[in-house]
Each structure stands twice: as C-alpha cells, then as structure tokens.
C-alpha cells in the first residue's frame, strides 16, 4: 500500500493532538484509554520509583494518557499531593525513556493525588474510596480505576480485604471498572500461589487481574509472535524434525542490588525461571493461536507449560550455583554470601540452568535448555533456536569441519534483534565452508525505540487488553515444573562459581554430556 492510500483517522484524539511529539497523521495511533484513575500501592518502592512512574511520564509524553487520567499514591508517608508530585518527578526525570518535557509535567502534575495512610487503617481506604468517587465528578472519571499492587505478598491479603469492605473492586458499584495489577513472584510454590490466586480473584473478577510478567512487555519477546507466525519461512522448520535443541538465556552482570532480604528467600528459580524463562519457552514452542487475542494466545501458551517435562536424571540435569567472589568490569566483587545481609552459609542460588522436555508431538525429543544467574560477564537474554545439521555435506569433510548447527537467535535484550546463523563458502579455490551471521538490528530498522515493557503493560491494563499478562493457570502449570525442582534443590547445595564467569561447570557437564555447548552470547 503507498502511503497516498492510507486512511487516516479524521478524528485526532485530542490527546494526542495536542501533543507535539505526534504526528496527528500516524495511521499507527495506538488506542488512548477512557478516562480513568491509577491508584498505586507501594509507590515508595524501587519498581515504583524506577519503572512505573517514569513509565507513566512517557506515556503522557506519548500522548498515550487520556486527558482526564489521575494518578494516586498510597502510602505510609505524612505527605501531601505536593510532596508525591516533587517526588514522582524526580523519579520520572532520573528514569524516563523519553525525552523530558517540562509542559508534559506540568499538565500531568496537577492530576497527581496522594493520599496517605497504612494498610490496615480503615480510615485511610474510606479516603481512598471517597477520593475515587469524587473524582467522577470532579475529573469526568466514570468510576475507571487500576489499583496496581506494588507490595510485598504478605500485604495483599489486607489490602484486598480493605478493598473488598470499602467496594472499591465491584465494579458495578464503582459504575465503572475496576481491575488490580499484581506483580511477580506469584506465590512461592504450587501451594501458596493457588491460594494467592484465589485471594485476588475472590475480591476481582478474573479479567480484571492483571498479573505482570515484565518479559512479555518486551518488544522483541511479541516478535517473536510476528517472526513465527507472520512469515513462511520458519515455521515448516519449527518442530523436532529440524529442530537440534533451544537454548534459552537470562544472563545479567548484576549481583543482588540490595535486595538481599527478597532474594535469599527467592533463588533464580523462583525469581525469574518460573516466569520469566517459561512464559519465554511457551512463547518460543506454542502452536499458531486460533486468533490474536488474549484467550487464544494463552490457551495456546498453557497447553506448552502442562506439556513440559523434567529430565529424570535432576542430579545431572538440574544445576544451581552461587557466584563467589570475583572480577567485574575490572573491579573485585563480592561473594554472594559475604553481600549484605546475606546469611555466611545461604544456600540459596544465583543460577539455575535445566534441561526441560516439552511432550507433543512437535517437540518430542527436543531439548529446552534454560539457564539464568547473576554476576555473569554480561547481560544478554536471547533465544537460541539450534537445526540438525545437514543429513549429508556433499564437500571435502576436512574442509567443513568448522561447521556447526544453523542457528536463529532472537536477542531480547540488549542489541534487540533477529541473528541467523549459516554455512557460507570461504572465497578461495577451495570449497571450504564457515559460520557465518545475517543480523537484523532493531535500532538499524526502524527509526522508533522501543517502549519500555512498564509503558506498554500500563497502557494494556488501562485499555483492559490481557493479551501480554500471564492468566492463572498459566502460573500455576508453571510452578508444577518448579516445585520438583526446589524439592530436589532442597537437599542439593549450589556449586559456586566465580562472579565475572559463565556459571558452575556443572552446567557445561551438563551440555557436554548430550553432545552440546553452551552458546557465548
Ligand atoms: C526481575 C527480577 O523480574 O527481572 C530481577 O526480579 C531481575 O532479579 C530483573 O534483575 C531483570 O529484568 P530485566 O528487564 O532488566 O532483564
């Protein structure tokens, strides 16, 4: 289609008009949601100060708020409106994606409300609950609010009580929607995520919880949806009988960042593998949805999560690790148990890597490989597809030697992009044959950045579209796979390895012994 041809929308909304870094012309205009109200709880908190609230600026800046949008804070603070507003700026100005853009905040500032008060005080949610009943006559907004759970677990069961004493969750009493957010870790096992679940949803209807992965919030993790099944070329190949193996990464150069208290509790199992790693493998082995909707998508992302299977032998193929000390970026870096408040003799992991099975009959015999730590040389998450190799090299073998298996690797992050990994002939007389890479670079292709994962998934919530939210069964499929996991862990201290290096050598064995290597991404 040239672009004289394009239908554009005769209507701006004046949102986004009125924004100057919009083409009121772009036929892409994303959907800007009803007026409605954000309540956040926990707003004191790093997510709250690092992610959403700069996520929250750049929406604006993107003209992607509508014009009546109030944003409230909740917490144990004596501060005013004017106290929240300073501080919600100077978080969104240190960590905004987008460019600064002092009349964006100024318009955005003045529906900026706090109200202050502790979880179990009952006063306090009467304000809230009066406060978001004023505001519809006050902000034209029709009883619409989010109320986005930036908490620790063990407060959710007294907030979502004082939600359900003061109807803030009913819907029909609010005369508008009302939809909660909850964030990672979704229980701490099968047990007590099951009863979380119940908790949220006996207070919400289930399509109003939105659970956050922030992974499926991540540009390239949706392409991966468009390379599979927008294309012709790789899906006649995406099954057993082309596919090697799947390597799947979640590599960070950080250590703990001060979250030892959570994350001696946790483990990277729990942190980022039952969620992270499985919604990235679910994405990556899931059939083609019926449809592109919410329900469709994860239907087709449940029925992998059930069909997955552990590897009998977890000794050999289920690996945790600990990062000792060692170098990074030129500098000496600690031991994970010499950080702050951890304990000298935790036993708790900083990596895990397993080799996971999927039993259908497009991935029988396909191994998933997942692996993640803390403390690696650097950050990069990608998904590694591996091909067989050729069934028969008609060349001179001593001149092919070098070659490996074809290989398609998504990088998520960062340099996000598409890599394919072929045989080409060395120029010579000789017919010699060698890796070689064909990259496709996010940043070359397209002139917009990317979005960061808070911003789209906020707008999601707001527009009430699930399609990138784990549902429930989703979760607990895949606390099934982790749970037998941390029961054989349970009695199986992690292997150190040294901060800077990739991993306990356990996790090498463990490729070696099928045969494999592990990528250096
Ligand atoms: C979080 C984990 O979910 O993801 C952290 O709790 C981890 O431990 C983080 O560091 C990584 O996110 P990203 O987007 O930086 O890869």
């Known amino acids: 289609m040239s672009e004289s041809t394009i239908d554009v929308p005769e209507t701006v909304p004046a949102v986004v008009e009125s924004n100057p870094l919009r083409d009121p012309r772009d036929r892409r205009l994303p959907r800007v949601p009803e007026p409605c109200a954000l309540v956040v709880f926990g707003v004191t908190g790093d997510l709250s100060r690092k992610k959403l609230l700069p996520a929250i600026y750049d929406l604006a800046n993107r003209g ?17 409106d004017g106290d929240f507003e300073s501080i919600a700026k100077k978080a969104a100005k240190e960590h905004a994606r987008t460019e600064w853009n002092e009349d964006v905040w100024a318009r955005l500032s003045g529906d900026i409300m706090f109200v202050p008060g502790s979880f179990d005080d009952d006063e306090a949610f009467d304000t809230l609950a009066k406060t978001l009943d004023e505001l519809c006559l006050s902000h034209g907004i029709k009883g619409n609010a989010a109320f986005y759970l930036s908490i620790p677990p063990v407060l959710f069961p007294t907030v979502l009580q004082q939600m359900e ?23 701490h096992d099968l047990a007590s995520a099951l009863t979380l679940n119940k908790l949220v949803d006996d207070v919400f209807t289930a399509p109003d919880v939105f659970r956050i992965d922030h992974y499926l919030g991540k540009e390239t993790v949706q392409n991966l949806m468009a390379l599979r099944f927008a294309n012709q070329l790789f899906e006649p190949v995406w099954n057993a009988n082309f596919v090697d193996s799947v390597q799947i990464t979640m590599a960070e150069d950080v250590g703990i960042a001060g979250r030892a208290t959570f994350y001696d509790a946790t483990g990277a199992a729990r942190d980022v593998l039952q969620n992270h790693l499985l919604q990235l493998l679910a994405l990556t082995a899931m059939e083609e949805p019926v449809e592109f909707t919410a329900e469709a998508i994860q239907t087709e992302k449940l029925k992998v999560l059930r069909a997955i299977t552990l590897h009998p032998d977890l000794e050999k193929y289920a690996i945790r690790g600990q990062y000792d000390q060692g170098w990074q970026a030129g500098e000496r870096v600690l031991a994970y148990t010499a950080e702050q408040d951890v304990p000298a003799n935790s036993n708790t992991e900083t990596y895990a890597a397993v080799r996971l ?14 692996r993640t730590g803390k403390r690696l040389p650097r950050r990069v998450t990608e998904i590694a597809v591996l091909f067989k190799k050729a069934p028969h090299l008609p060349f001179s073998h001593t001149d092919t030697e070098e070659l490996g298996n074809n290989q398609l690797v998504i990088r998520v992050q960062p340099d996000e992009g598409v890599t394919l990994k072929f045989g080409s002939k060395v120029p010579g007389s000789l017919m010699e044959v060698r890796d070689v890479s064909m990259d ?3 940043g070359e292709a397209f002139t917009e950045a990317s979005p960061e994962a808070y911003e789209r998934l906020i707008l999601d919530v707001l527009l009430g579209d699930s399609t990138l939210f784990p549902r429930n069964a989703e979760v607990e499929a895949s606390w099934r796979v982790v749970d037998p996991l941390e029961a054989f862990w349970a009695t199986h201290p992690p292997e150190k390895y040294r901060a800077g290096e990739w991993g306990p050598t356990a996790a090498d064995e463990m490729l070696g012994r099928d045969g494999r290597a592990w990528r250096r991404p």
């Open 64 to 80: 992607l708020l509508p014009a009546d949008f109030v944003l409230l804070g909740f917490a144990r603070r004596d501060w005013g």
């Open 165 to 187: 004493r003061t109807r803030m969750a009913d819907n029909a009493a609010a005369g508008g929607w009302r939809r909660v957010v909850v964030e990672k870790p979704f229980g």
């Open 357 to 370: 099975g999927i039993d259908t009959r497009r991935w029988a015999g396909v191994p998933f490989y997942l």
């Open 440 to 442: 496709f670079l996010y």
